[in-house]
C-alpha cells in the first residue's frame, strides 16, 4: 500500500527557516519523483517543487526558488524541503505527492503538513 | 510559466445533472493535463490524466477531452459523492501549474 507521510510543519515567524519531511512507503523510492505542493488558507494548490528519481534535475515555483531546496534520503525513503527566510505567504498545507515520472500526474498524495508564519 | 485558466469558479447543481468545467492554457501543452478532485481537509485525487485517460477505480461518468489549450471535464450524472472542488493541471512544462479551481455546489 502506498503512503506518504508528511511531517515538520509548525508555527513560525518571518524570516526564519523550516524542514519538512515526507516519508515514502509502498512503492520503490528511486523508481518515483516527488513534488511539493501547498495550499495556503481558503486558497487553491500550488506547486511548489520536484526532483528527479537521482536527484539530478530539481524545478522550482518562481515563488519559492532561490528559499527553498529540496532534496531526498534515499536511504531512508525520504524527501526533503528545506524552507529558509519563510514569509507569511509561505502559510499553507503542504503536501508531498508522488509520480512515475517528471511527466506524469501526481497519483499518490500524503494528508499534508500545516505551515504556519506569522509574528 | 503556463497559466491555467478554469471556468466557471463555481458551479451549482443537482444530483442527475451533467456538468462541465472548462481550462485553458495560456499556451499548447499538448495532452499533458490532469483533473483531480478534492474535498474539504483531504488531499487532491487525480480523476483523469493525460487530457482523457480515467484513472483506475475512478467512475465512468467521469471524462475529459480536449487537447492543445482547451480541456473539459464532464460529469454526466452527478452523484452526491462528487460535489467537491476540481482542478486541473499542467504538466507539458516542469513548471506545474494549477487552476484555480472549480467548486461544485448542490443547487
Known amino acids: 500500500q502506498v503512503q506518504l507521510v508528511e511531517s515538520g510543519g509548525d508555527v513560525v515567524q518571518p524570516g526564519r527557516s523550516l524542514r519538512l519531511s515526507c516519508v515514502v512507503s509502498g512503492f520503490t523510492f528511486n523508481n518515483y519523483v516527488i513534488h511539493w505542493v501547498r495550499q495556503a488558507p481558503g486558497k487553491g494548490l500550488e506547486w511548489v517543487a520536484v526532483?528527479?528519481?537521482?536527484?539530478?534535475?530539481?524545478y522550482y515555483a518562481n515563488s519559492v526558488k532561490g528559499r527553498f531546496t529540496i532534496s531526498r534520503d534515499s536511504s531512508k525513503n525520504t524527501l526533503l524541503l528545506q524552507m529558509n527566510s519563510l514569509g507569511v505567504e509561505d502559510t499553507a498545507v503542504y503536501y508531498c505527492a508522488g509520480a512515475e515520472t517528471l511527466r506524469a500526474p501526481h497519483r499518490f498524495w500524503g494528508q499534508g503538513t500545516p505551515v504556519t508564519v506569522s509574528s | 510559466d503556463i497559466q491555467m485558466t478554469q471556468s466557471p469558479s463555481t458551479l451549482s447543481a443537482s444530483v442527475g445533472d451533467r456538468v462541465a468545467i472548462t481550462c485553458r492554457a495560456s499556451?499548447?501543452?499538448?495532452?499533458?493535463l490532469a483533473w483531480y478532485q478534492q474535498k474539504p481537509g483531504k488531499a487532491p485525487k487525480v480523476l483523469i490524466y493525460k487530457a482523457s485517460n480515467l484513472e483506475s477505480g475512478v467512475p465512468s461518468r467521469f471524462s475529459g477531452s480536449g487537447s492543445g489549450t482547451e480541456f473539459t471535464l464532464t460529469i454526466s450524472s452527478l452523484q452526491p459523492d462528487d460535489f467537491a472542488t476540481y482542478y486541473c493541471q499542467q504538466y507539458n512544462s516542469y513548471f506545474y501549474t494549477f487552476g484555480q479551481g472549480t467548486k461544485l455546489e448542490i443547487k
Open positions: 499556451q499548447t501543452i499538448s495532452s499533458w
Open positions: 526532483m528527479s528519481y537521482d536527484g539530478s534535475n530539481r
